[in-house]
């Protein structure tokens, strides 16, 4: 059973398009959050949601909406993907921010 | 300052010898430090942490040692082994932003055998 699962792994698109990724967590932990990863392995925060909701947003184009249903779910939806946008997207879970996060197996995102 | 500082970059070990990793971080309000171990087209995985109230920590060959006045801590791997080849993140929580973690830039370290 995997703890925190993403969907899908890869997602290879043109500019323009909208996209969206999935994370669900079977942990019943309270807190979810989105990383992105660059090119050079830089792990930055994007948002973060506890118990449904929004406590953190950094500065994110507001082309990125996360949509949290429940506390096991955080998605994020992407309108007119940019080149600029191609990472790897983590999704991750904790009890709350000082304790240990679970990732998921992450995104890749392609733009072409 | 939302900053953490790692160093170094890359690290190139003989395998049995020992890696130091090294991080500071500038909110003197952080209690959480974690360190996260990212092999090649996998997920960061936690491996140690270590909170405020603690010097330092230690689980088998891996140690992290915590310096709040200096607000600096580091990773030691004892007996490197060429499966601990892989990247290693610091991280340290910023309880003013959100209890947020912030991550340092990461160290490849590479052990040859």
């Known amino acids: 059973d995997t703890a925190v699962s993403q969907t899908p792994k890869y997602l290879v698109t043109q500019m323009g398009n909208d996209k969206s990724i999935k994370c669900e967590q079977n942990l019943g932990h309270d807190t979810m959050y989105w990383y992105k990863q660059d090119s050079k392995k830089f792990l930055k925060i994007m948002f973060s949601?506890?118990?449904?909701?929004?406590?953190i947003n950094e500065t994110v184009p507001n082309r990125f909406s996360p949509k949290s249903p429940d506390k096991a779910h955080l998605n994020l939806h992407i309108n007119s993907l940019e080149l600029g946008d191609s990472a790897v997207y983590f999704c991750?879970?904790?009890?709350?921010?000082?304790?240990?996060?679970?990732f998921g197996s992450g995104t890749r995102l392609t733009v072409v | 300052g939302e900053n953490v500082e790692q160093h170094p970059s890359t690290l190139s070990v003989q395998e049995g010898d020992s890696a130091v990793i090294k991080c500071t971080y500038s909110d003197s309000a952080s209690n959480y430090f974690p360190w996260y171990k990212q092999e090649l087209g996998k997920r960061p995985q936690l491996i140690i942490d270590i909170r405020s109230n603690v010097g330092e920590k230690k689980d088998q060959r891996i140690a992290v040692t915590l310096n709040k006045t200096a607000k600096h801590f580091s990773l030691h791997i004892t007996e490197t082994q060429p499966e601990d080849s892989a990247v290693y993140f610091c991280a340290a929580n910023l309880r003013e932003y959100g209890n947020k973690l912030v991550f340092g830039a990461g160290t490849i370290l590479r052990v040859k055998s």
């Open positions: 991750a879970s904790s009890l709350r921010g000082d304790y240990g996060y679970t």
């Open positions: 949601y506890n118990n449904k909701e929004l406590i």
